[in-house]
């Protein structure tokens, strides 16, 4: 009830934030949502932001919007104005006079722009505030987040924010910076349970104010130790609005800190800072009952891989439009054979349809785009969804499932999976009112007895795995199928929650690759699941309740290799055609399975759902 209240007055707020627009010649940041950064923003626009915030959400979002504009929009801003409102406040002379807390801020915004170019530092970083004609004052008004424009007719210069390390921060916040440019400001806490904080690392709650400012979330985390005034007008904002108040539900953080180097990954940060592109069509209605039950669909799709340089196919030829590939056998080289036995040996092209095609240039974002839109909508919508990546060695299977984090072209199917399965969700939510909770688990096969590994023990336990917890196991359930258990199933909030837990997981696959004998681990398997569970009420009887659990498998198969005749399997390895011939199994519905590597093809069958 009362989050359909805030909802509503959110949705008021939006509507009147839209209507300001334009109108006034002003543009109000109120409740930022995303279509909003997205609305083309003219330089009058820009000439004057009032940026109302009520929650650290909101400022958070703000800081978002300052990083998706960067300098651009810091340079034509004139001054920024926080307002508290409280929760009960329907308009703006209410909420003025039950709360007068309102923040004048003509400080770290420079004034006007100057038309030079944006310095910038040999970090990369591009620094908004140093290339203005702002003089920044010193002592308690620089402090307090006020500024003096610069005298009429005088030359822009640098600006020299004065470096106040923050003194007035709150208790928890703390700030960084590079090149005296605020790159974040975080605030922490810990739970104050009865017995006190067990847990410290799992129930911080982390609020970073600002995230990268450069396109590489690298970047941001090489902070230096100066600051500048934006902080503290920040502190000064949290305390107005009583942010310190906040309270640490269970032991999941509502923001996550990322601290650099934690992980050798950092999609957390790429996909807090540059999310990748929702692909046309995922928001679109749900598709009619039937189909949006996503049950019995395969889709089997190829990638080309762009092998090495220099390296033809001539043998391939690939219609991305039909989605058809047809091969040539080669020719057998001249003289070796008579012409008769040649027009023999060469047998007809071979043609093979498939739901999509993608040529060797193809990017990760169009594989990702092309490829997971409809499994994402089918576990919105209810059913269990996998995908993953079949092939020889080195075809760049893991490169397709996982992808680099330096850039948002270069995310792999996990990391657009989380993105996107959230979007979805949050419009979902907005649409028909359900109400979703997300997990995560992280599982690793590997050896030639198919261990199972729980790869996100260390974030349960604290630290290294625990030999004494109870392993994971698969267990046969006459109803659900294959179901693995004891695995650890970790909220995520947020996508970026999400990505983290990718980021240790990743990093445990990392870890565990030297195994204890100092024997390199090969042909390992990687499971992420991200687990949706909703509920929603019957419009019609307000009594009746819905909902259930569906799953997003995403399998990181290593290469299938053919084990060596008399020699145990390398890894966890089995025949790229013994996991064909499963597949084909399940697909076809077949009674008998023939599985030889029992952990492995069950992880298969996990999805039996979907193949049915
Ligand atoms: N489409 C591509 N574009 C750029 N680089 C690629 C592409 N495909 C593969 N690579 C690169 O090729 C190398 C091998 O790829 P990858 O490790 O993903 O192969 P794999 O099939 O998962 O191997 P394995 O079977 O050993 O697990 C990686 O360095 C990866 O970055």
């Not at 034509?76 to 007068?100: A, L, P, Q, Y």
Request: charge should be positive; aromatic fraction near 6%.
């Amino acid at each position: 009830m009362w989050t359909r209240i805030l909802e509503r007055r959110q949705r008021r707020a939006r509507v009147r934030s839209r209507s300001r627009f334009g109108e006034k010649g002003q543009c109000a940041v109120l409740f930022m949502s995303e279509r909003l950064e997205t609305t083309p923003w003219t330089e009058s626009d820009l000439s004057r932001v009032d940026v109302h915030c009520t929650s650290s959400t909101q400022i958070l979002r703000f800081c978002h919007l300052y990083n998706v504009w960067g300098p651009g929009l810091m340079q034509k801003m004139t001054s920024i104005r926080t307002s508290s409102r409280g929760d009960g406040c329907n308009s703006e002379s209410e909420v003025d006079s039950k709360r007068s807390a309102r923040l004048q801020l003509r400080a770290a915004i420079p004034s006007r722009a100057t038309g030079m170019p944006a310095a910038s530092h040999p970090s990369g970083l591009t620094t908004p505030w140093s290339h203005t004609g702002l003089h920044q004052p010193s002592g308690p008004a620089a402090r307090a987040g006020s500024c003096r424009l610069p005298p009429e007719g005088s030359a822009p210069g640098s600006v020299r924010l004065p470096t106040v390390g923050c003194p007035e921060d709150p208790p928890g916040w703390t700030c960084e910076t590079c090149n005296s440019h605020l790159v974040a400001f975080r605030k922490q806490e810990h739970c104050r349970t009865e017995e006190g904080c067990r847990d410290r690392s799992g129930c911080r709650i982390h609020e970073t104010l600002f995230g990268s400012m450069s396109p590489s979330p690298r970047a941001i985390l090489q902070a230096s130790s100066a600051s500048t005034a934006a902080p503290s007008f920040f502190s000064r904002a949290a305390q107005k609005l009583n942010l310190s108040s906040k309270r640490c539900h269970g032991m999941v953080p509502t923001q996550l800190h990322v601290e650099f180097p934690a992980f050798a990954t950092n999609f957390c940060a790429i996909l807090r800072d540059f999310p990748p592109p929702t692909p046309p069509g995922l928001l679109r209605a749900a598709p009619k009952a039937k189909e949006s039950q996503g049950i019995g669909k395969v889709k089997v799709m190829l990638r080309i891989s762009p092998g090495e340089p220099g390296e033809t196919s001539a043998f391939l030829k690939a219609d991305t439009g039909k989605a058809q590939v047809i091969l040539h056998e080669p020719e057998p080289p001249n003289g070796l054979l008579s012409a008769a036995a040649r027009r023999l040996a060469i047998s007809a092209p071979k043609m093979f349809a498939f739901d999509a095609v993608f040529c060797r240039d193809a990017t990760q974002a169009e594989v990702c785009a092309g490829s997971i839109g409809d499994v994402v909508q089918a576990v919105v919508n209810g059913a269990d969804g996998c995908v993953f990546c079949f092939g020889h060695a080195k075809l760049g299977k893991s490169y397709t499932m996982i992808g680099h984090d330096d850039s948002m072209q270069s995310l792999g199917v996990m990391p657009c999976a989380i993105a996107w399965l959230f979007r979805l969700i949050d419009e979902r939510r907005e649409r028909t009112g359900a109400r979703f909770s997300v997990r995560v688990s992280a599982v690793e096969l590997w050896g030639g007895d198919e261990n199972l590994e729980d790869l996100l023990a260390s974030v349960v336990t604290g630290g290294p795995h625990d030999s004494k917890a109870p392993g994971i196991y698969l267990q046969e359930d006459p109803i659900f199928g294959t179901q693995l258990q004891n695995q650890s199933e970790l909220r995520a909030p947020t996508p970026e929650i999400a990505a983290h837990y990718l980021d240790v997981a990743l990093a445990s696959r990392q870890e565990n690759r030297l195994s204890e004998k100092g024997e390199e681990r090969r042909g390992t398997h990687m499971l992420f699941t991200l687990y949706v569970y909703q509920y929603r009420m019957d419009k019609a009887s307000k009594a009746n309740m819905s909902g259930g659990r569906s799953r997003l498998h995403l399998i990181d198969l290593s290469s299938c290799e053919r084990p060596q005749p008399g020699k145990a399997p390398a890894g966890s390895a089995l025949s790229l055609a013994s996991l064909g011939n499963v597949i084909l199994a399940l697909v076809n519905g077949a009674k008998h399975i023939p599985y030889r590597y029992p952990s492995l093809d069950s992880l298969t069958s996990l999805t039996k759902g979907q193949f049915q």
